[in-house]
């Protein structure tokens, strides 16, 4: 599903409907789509300039490290967040309280996408609510002065800092996302929203209720 994501010309709203279709009945989160949501999401990035391949190169390893379980023997463990955690937990996978023999483990992997994903959602939103003078750079520094930041040293903050400021004004912005006239934008957007928010909020109450919200 990747792949086919990358192949084509970019198009925000099939990179979004990839997220969408993370959810499961039950409300389980499908870690293949989930990955390849933010396979395109980088994508997307890096057609934004070279000034962003730092954080590019810092999600394309954690894209990897989580293709990797799913290709190994235990990948069925893998299919589901939930699946992952009960499995990596029950299997003494993860290093709970200091960095030790599982730096790549699942858990740790997707709790770094998690918290990225909580500033794409605070992100998306205020472009969604925007006007059409509005900065997406400092939109963009808002989200993750709200999010991400708090959990980033004062080197990557100050470097994401700067490149949030290469960030092209609202207009281009919403072209490059190639979903059409600003008000397709602005709807697209409230459509993907709440299944975004969704798998946040459920990734998140799985992790509060593993005390996994802190792993190093
Ligand atoms: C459109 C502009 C894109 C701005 C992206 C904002 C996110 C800024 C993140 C800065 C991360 C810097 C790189 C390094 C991070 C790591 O130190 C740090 C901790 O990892 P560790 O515990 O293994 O050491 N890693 C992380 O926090 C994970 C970061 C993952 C970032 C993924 C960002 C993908 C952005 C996709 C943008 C799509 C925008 C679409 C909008 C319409």
Not at 2 to 7: K, L, M, P, Q, Y
Request: proline share 3%.
């Amino acid at each position: 599903m990747a792949d086919s994501v990358e192949e084509k010309k970019f198009c925000l709203t099939e990179v979004l409907d990839v997220f969408k279709s993370c959810l499961t009945e039950n409300k389980e989160v499908l870690v293949d789509q989930y990955v390849a949501g933010w396979r395109g999401l980088v994508k997307f990035m890096n057609s934004l300039g070279s000034i962003f391949s730092f954080i590019s190169k810092d999600a394309v390893s954690k894209i990897q490290i989580m293709i990797n379980h799913r290709n190994g023997n235990n990948g069925a463990e893998y299919v589901t967040i939930q699946s992952m955690v009960k499995y990596e937990l029950d299997n003494k996978l993860v290093d709970l309280t200091k960095s030790g023999n599982f730096p790549e483990s699942g858990c740790r992997t997707i709790l770094r996408l998690h918290r990225a994903l909580r500033w794409l959602e605070l992100f998306l939103e205020r472009l969604r609510t925007s006007t059409e003078d509005g900065k997406t750079s400092v939109m963009c520094a808002d989200a993750y002065n709200e999010s991400l930041a708090h959990h980033h040293s004062w080197l990557i903050r100050a470097a994401a800092g700067m490149a949030f400021c290469t960030l092209p004004g609202r207009s281009t912005f919403f072209e490059v996302m190639n979903v059409g006239p600003p008000e397709q934008v602005v709807a697209m957007l409230g459509d993907a929203l709440p299944l975004i928010s969704e798998v946040y909020q459920i990734t998140e109450d799985l992790y509060t209720e593993y005390n996994l919200l802190n792993l190093p």
